[in-house]
């Protein structure tokens, strides 16, 4: 079973930063992308960004500029370095991972429980 566990959320100050850290563990045959989504209260799920295995990356137009994702591929984690917070960031964070289990496997979506990030003004 693939499980992700998710790390580093908390309560900052506007214009402080973060770093959300993301570990993936169980059986997995191979990882495609892996992401970050975020959830506030009374709002849709919203991509913050987006890794493939070979590097290439897709922002949130919200927080291009602020935000930075990486990967360690042979690790299997997944992080996000958030700076120049603001009261808007306020959300639960999800990281996702599309995966397959083995090669007769389909892809699938695994998501984190989730993490808080709380930005006071």
């Known amino acids: 079973q693939v499980q992700l566990v998710e790390s580093g959320g908390g309560l900052v100050q506007a214009g402080g930063s973060l770093r959300l850290s993301c570990a993936v563990s169980?059986?997995?045959?191979?990882?495609?992308?892996m992401g970050w989504y975020r959830q506030a209260p009374g709002k849709e799920r919203e991509l913050v960004a987006l890794m493939t295995p070979g590097g290439s990356t897709n922002y949130g137009n919200s927080v291009k500029g602020r935000f930075t994702i990486s990967r360690d591929n042979a690790k299997n984690t997944l992080s996000l370095q958030m700076n120049n917070l603001t009261p808007e960031d306020t959300a639960v964070y999800y990281c996702?991972?599309?995966?397959?289990?083995?090669?007769?496997?389909?892809?699938?979506?695994?998501w984190g429980p989730g993490t808080q990030v709380t930005v006071s003004s």
């Open positions: 996702n991972v599309r995966g397959k289990k083995s090669l007769v496997h389909g892809w699938e979506d695994y």
């Open positions: 169980g059986t997995v045959f191979r990882i495609d992308a």
